[in-house]
C-alpha cells in the first residue's frame, strides 16, 4: 500500500473521534448568552482537515500513547485554529466572505460576534487544556500549556499573521517571508507534535527530534499552499485560485518561482522522515503525514 | 483611620509591584514581528486602576500568602482584562475612540493590530498561567487555569459582551441585567479573588466565602459604576458622563432609578463583608477593597 491508503485508513478513524469530541465539548445551548455558542459550533465543527488535533494523536500514538489520553489537547488546538480563521477573516484582517466554500462567521453573524466567537473558542482552548489534566500529570499538562500560549501568541501564530498584514502589497525578503510561515501557521503544528509528545513524558531526545520533524513539517505543508494556490484550479482548493497573488501575499512561489518552491518542499519532506530515524514502526502515521504535506493535491 | 487612606497605603505599593512585574513580562523588542509587542504595552501599561491583579493578591493575603507568590497569576488577570479593553473598544463592538482619556488602540494602531493585540495579551496572560507554576504546585496551577479559561469565555466574559450588545437599545429584564453584569465583568472579578486563594491552597470553607465576596464585591462594582456614569461630571470618570445611557445601554440606574440602585449597592457591600466573617485582620484588603466598590467616586 502506499502512504494514502495507509494514511486514510489511519486518518478517518481518528478524524471521526475527534470530531465527535469536539461537538461534544461544544454542546449545550444555555438560556444566555444567545447566539454565541451557535457561532462557535457554526467556526468550528463545519467542514475542516482536522489535521491539528491528528497531529497531536500521531504524535501520542508514535510514543505508546492513544488518541483518548491526548484529545482534550488534541480539540484544544482545533479550537485555536478554527479561532485564529474567524479573526483572519474579519474584514479589517483578510476580509474573506467564502471559507471552505461557506459563508465566513462575520458574514453570518456579524462582526461583532465573530470577534466574540473567536475569542470564546481561544478560551474554551484552554479550558480544554485543564480538563486534559483529568488524564495526565499536572505538570505535563503545564509544559503543554506553556508551548502551546507560546505557539499562538506574539511569538507566534498573532506574530506572523501581524507580519503577513505589514508585508502584503510588498516585495519580502526570504528572511522574512520563514519568519511569517514559522510564525503563523509553523508555529501551532509544531506545539500539536510537540504537545501530544509531552502528554506522553517524551525524553529530552525524542522532543528533539520531534521538534526538527514539526518545523519541517510546517514548512512543507507552507510551501505546498503556495504551490496549490498558483498551480491548482478553484475547485480543487476550495478558494479562488491565484487569490495570494492577486492579493500579493508573501509565497514561495513569488520569491523563489514554483520549481524551486517544490524542490524546497521535498527538501523540507526529507529532513522531516529524517528526524524520525529514530523512531519505530508507531511513527508511521507522522511519516505518511508529512508526504501528505508535500504530495497532496488540495 | 478610614478605609480610604488604610485602602491606599495598602494599595499603592502593590501597584507599581505589578506594574513593573507587567512591564517586564511585556518587555522585549524582537526585530519581528513588528508594532505588536509596542501595541500590547500600550493596551496593557497605560494608566489602569490595576484593580484585578490587586484583588488576586488581597485574596492570597487572606490565607497568608504574599504578592510575589502569585504575581504571574495577578499579571495574567490584568492583561485578560487588557484584552478585553482593547476587542470592546473596537468599532464592530463599542466604537470608542478614546479610553482614560487616550485613543484606544484600534484608533493609534489600526483595527487588525487591535484585534491582534488583544488575541496576543490573552495568549500572553496563558503563558503567566505556565509561569506561575515556578511557584505553585502544578495542580493549583490548572485549577486556577480553569477558572480564569472559564470566566474569559463564553460562559463569563465574552458571553455577558455578547448579550450586552444584543440588548443595546433594547428594555432589558433585571434577570437579564444579571446575566449580563455576572458574566461581562463579574465572572473575571470573580476569578482573581478565587485564583489567589486557589494558588494559596484555600480549603472549601475559604473558597466558599471567597466564592460569596467576589459576586457580591462584582455586583457592588458594576452597580456603582452605573450609578457614577450617570450622577458623576465627565471629568470625574475618565468618559463622557450619561454615555450608558446614550447608547442605551442596559444598566441598573436604567431599571431601578438612582436611589433604589443605591440600595442595592449598599446590601451588596454588606453582603461582601458579612462573606468575610471567618477571617481575621489579613483579609482587611478585602474589606476596604469592598467598601472602595460602592463608596468610590469615579
Request: aromatic letters at 6%; one cysteine or more.
Amino acid at each position: 500500500m502506499d502512504w494514502r491508503a495507509q494514511l486514510d485508513a489511519y486518518f478517518i478513524p481518528r478524524k471521526a473521534r475527534v470530531e465527535a469530541a469536539l461537538a461534544h465539548y461544544l454542546s449545550g445551548e444555555p438560556p444566555l448568552p444567545r447566539v454565541l455558542p451557535e457561532a462557535m459550533r457554526y467556526a468550528a465543527l463545519g467542514a475542516g482537515k482536522r489535521l491539528r488535533p491528528i497531529l497531536c494523536i500521531a504524535a501520542a500514538e508514535s510514543l505508546g500513547g492513544d488518541a483518548e489520553q491526548v484529545m482534550p489537547t488534541a480539540c484544544a488546538l482545533e479550537l485555536i485554529h478554527a479561532f485564529s480563521l474567524v479573526h483572519d477573516d474579519l474584514p479589517a484582517m483578510d476580509n474573506d466572505r467564502l471559507r471552505r466554500g461557506q459563508p465566513t462567521v462575520w458574514v453570518k453573524y456579524g462582526e461583532a460576534m465573530a470577534i466574540l466567537a473567536g475569542d470564546a473558542l481561544f478560551a474554551k482552548a484552554f479550558e480544554l487544556l485543564a480538563e486534559q489534566a483529568r488524564s495526565s500529570p499536572p505538570e505535563r499538562v503545564v509544559r503543554t500549556l506553556r508551548l502551546i500560549a507560546e505557539a499562538a501568541g506574539v511569538q507566534g501564530m498573532c506574530g506572523g499573521q501581524v507580519e503577513d498584514i505589514l508585508n502584503e502589497g510588498q516585495a519580502v525578503s526570504e528572511a522574512t517571508l520563514r519568519f511569517i510561515h514559522a510564525h503563523k501557521t509553523g508555529a501551532l503544528i509544531r506545539a500539536c507534535v510537540l504537545s501530544g509528545a509531552l502528554l506522553m513524558g517524551a525524553d529530552a531526545t525524542a522532543l528533539q527530534s520531534l521538534d526538527v520533524y514539526s518545523r519541517a513539517l510546517g514548512l512543507a505543508f507552507q510551501i505546498t499552499d503556495d504551490i496549490l494556490d498558483e498551480v491548482a484550479p478553484t475547485e480543487q482548493i476550495g478558494k479562488p485560485a491565484g487569490s495570494d497573488r492577486a492579493r500579493r501575499k508573501a509565497t514561495y512561489t513569488a520569491l523563489f518561482g514554483v520549481e524551486t518552491a517544490r524542490a524546497h518542499a521535498r527538501h523540507a519532506l526529507q529532513e522531516a522522515l529524517n528526524a524520525l530515524n529514530g523512531f519505530d514502526e508507531r511513527a508511521n502515521p507522522l511519516r505518511w503525514l508529512a508526504h501528505y504535506a508535500v504530495e497532496r493535491e488540495n
